[in-house]
């Protein structure tokens, strides 16, 4: 697998018995597998897809605005 540089700290469930002593729990660093950020890949890939269907319906309505003006004026300078 593919590992990245991110490091997170995890405290550890039982530490060892000269730990106990402290006020603190040990920290283990794990590195961060790729894998770990797939549900966030694909909310983002389907907030982009939701996204760009709006846009691209917004400017297709405005497109057909405009053509049904210049399909209006382009008729009636036909007829007159």
């Known amino acids: 697998m593919t590992?990245?540089?991110?490091t997170y700290g995890e405290v550890q469930e039982n530490p060892?018995?000269?730990y106990q002593s402290l006020l603190f729990q040990p920290?283990?660093?794990?590195?961060?597998?790729?894998?770990?950020f797939i549900p966030l890949?694909?909310?983002a890939v389907v907030i982009i897809i939701i996204?760009?269907?709006?846009?691209g319906s917004i400017i297709t309505n405005s497109m057909a605005?405009?053509?049904e003006k210049d399909a209006i004026l382009?008729?009636?300078s036909k007829i007159n």
């Open 16 to 18: 060892t018995k000269e």
């Open 41 to 43: 890949i694909m909310i």
């Open 3 to 6: 590992f990245l540089a991110f």
């Open 51 to 55: 996204v760009s269907v709006i846009v």
């Open 65 to 67: 605005k405009d053509a």
């Open 27 to 36: 920290v283990v660093y794990q590195s961060v597998v790729v894998t770990d």
């Open 74 to 76: 382009y008729l009636s």
